[in-house]
């Protein structure tokens, strides 16, 4: 099972960007979806973006025009980034593939805090 390492979080002021990264432990099979998920504290996890290995992409309504998932093959690596930040996206984010979201397999996430 490809493990996934999230990173790049950090404080931002609103407005501001950030790139996160989505680390996986072996070449990606190319029948994957990676999805970047959050958190925000007192609400549920929800989707943001997900990329197919073919790179169709899908966003939240929340954060469509603003952020661009993305996906290198050659380093295994699902990419975020995330521009004109509000203090509404301050959450913790994850990466995860589809098989992983029905398991309920989670990684440590990134933390990402939009200060207003």
């Known amino acids: 099972q490809v493990q996934l390492v999230e990173s790049g979080g950090g404080l931002v002021q609103a407005g501001g960007s950030l790139r996160l990264s989505c680390a996986a432990s072996r070449i990606l099979s190319p029948n994957i979806k990676i999805g970047w998920y959050r958190q925000a504290p007192g609400k549920q996890r929800e989707l943001v973006a997900a990329i197919t290995a073919d790179g169709r992409s899908n966003y939240a309504d929340s954060v469509k025009g603003r952020f661009t998932i993305s996906r290198d093959g050659a380093k295994n690596t699902v990419y975020l980034q995330m521009n004109s930040l509000k203090a509404e996206d301050t959450a913790v984010y994850y990466c995860?593939?589809?098989?992983?979201?029905?398991?309920?397999?989670w990684g440590q996430g990134t933390q990402v805090t939009v200060s207003s």
């Open positions: 995860a593939t589809d098989l992983a979201v029905a398991r309920g397999s």
